[in-house]
T-cell receptor
């Protein structure tokens, strides 16, 4: 049982390039999330999904797109990377809504640098 | 992971001491709270949670206290160990989110000296 995995672990992009971050979970969780973490800012929600085929905006969605074509995968896309998107990105998943399902399980993170 | 700790409030304790990490939450209508631990270079890890109909909940070496009157949450760690050194985040379930999202605080760094 691998839990939540993220690919890649590190990436360097030039301004304007695009990329996709992959998150996979093997816990059969319904909900999945993408966060970014910047120094002193805590975790900020980018987008989330409450089930296969659904997505919703979080606190800081601009410049990102997501897709949830399969229950176990949640993709985060950057169409035209900007230096402001330099951050550590975390994916998380949780079983289902309701207070018993709010416990989120996090992946190890992807460190992205945009030059 | 080291950049996570920049500009964070820091609590320094000696091994064996009890630690208390505090968190002020924003919305008086929030009814679920959770604490996470994040070690350097890793993703956050669940510690303990509490619902608003409780004032206290205990886990293994950890206790969470909730004071709804002043919108304050605290995490107490008994007999702190060097392995407890990490950044600790509180999070709340904001009203209107349909029990689907968490809003995280900025975190507190705990440094434990042997």
């Amino acid at each position: 049982n691998a839990g939540v995995t993220q690919t890649p672990k590190f990436r360097v992009l030039k301004t304007g390039q695009s990329m996709t971050l992959l998150c996979a979970q093997d816990m059969n969780h319904e909900y999945m999330y993408w966060y970014r973490q910047d120094p002193g800012m805590g975790l900020r929600l980018i987008h989330y999904s409450v089930g296969e085929g659904t997505t919703a905006k979080g606190e800081v969605p601009d410049g990102y797109n997501v897709s949830r074509l399969k229950k176990q995968n949640f993709l985060l896309g950057l169409e035209s990377a900007a230096p402001s998107q330099t951050s550590v990105y975390f994916c998380a998943s949780s079983y289902l809504g309701g207070t018993s399902g709010l416990k989120q399980y996090f992946g190890p993170g992807t460190r992205l640098t945009v030059t | 992971g080291e950049s996570v700790g920049l500009h964070l409030p820091t609590l320094s304790v000696q091994e064996g001491d009890n630690s208390i990490i505090n968190c002020a939450y924003s919305n008086s209508a929030s009814d679920y709270f959770i604490w996470y631990k994040q070690e350097s270079g890793k993703g956050p890890q669940f510690i303990i949670d509490i619902r608003s109909n409780m004032d206290k909940r205990q886990g293994q070496r950890v206790t969470v206290l909730l004071n709804k009157t002043v919108k304050h949450l605290s995490l107490q760690i008994a007999a702190t160990q060097p392995g407890d050194s990490a950044v600790y985040f509180c999070a709340e379930n904001p009203p209107g989110s349909g029990y689907s999202t968490l809003t995280f605080g900025k975190g507190t760094m705990l440094l434990v000296s042997p």
